[in-house]
Nanobody, 115 residues
Framework: QVQLVESGGGLVQAGGSLRLSCAAPGSIFSRNVMAWYRQAPGQRRELLATITTVGSTNYADSVKGRFTISRDAARNTVYLQMNTLKPEDTATYYC?????????WGQGTQVTVSS
């Protein structure tokens, strides 16, 4: 059973920042693209950002320029730095790996942005 563990969510005012973390087993982390998704109530899960094993990144238009994905091989951890947060960023945020099926998911961490 592959376990991804997210942390770093919380309540923040609009315009603020948060950094999410996702720890993965080393054997999985070192070989796979990592991704961040989010899902708001009543909405479909949205792919936000991906990062390859060599650090190439891609972002959804909705977060480009505000969010940054990064990975730390020494800690087997992927991060999502979220700046200039908006109320519409309120959602449960998930990390995932083992593309393209995204076989493994974390439990999610809640981000709430107040206006």
């Amino acid at each position: 059973q592959v376990q991804l563990v997210e942390s770093g969510g919380g309540l923040v005012q609009a315009g603020g920042s948060l950094r999410l973390s996702c720890a993965a087993p080393g054997s999985i982390f070192s070989r796979n693209v990592m991704a961040w998704y989010r899902q708001a109530p009543g909405q479909r899960r949205e792919l936000l950002a991906t990062i390859t094993t060599v650090g190439s990144t891609n972002y959804a238009d909705s977060v480009k320029g505000r969010f940054t994905i990064s990975r730390d091989a020494a800690r087997n951890t992927v991060y999502l730095q979220m700046n200039t947060l908006k109320p519409e960023d309120t959602a449960t945020y998930y990390c995932a790996t083992d593309a393209p099926e995204w076989k493994y998911w974390g439990q999610g961490t809640q981000v709430t942005v107040s206006s």
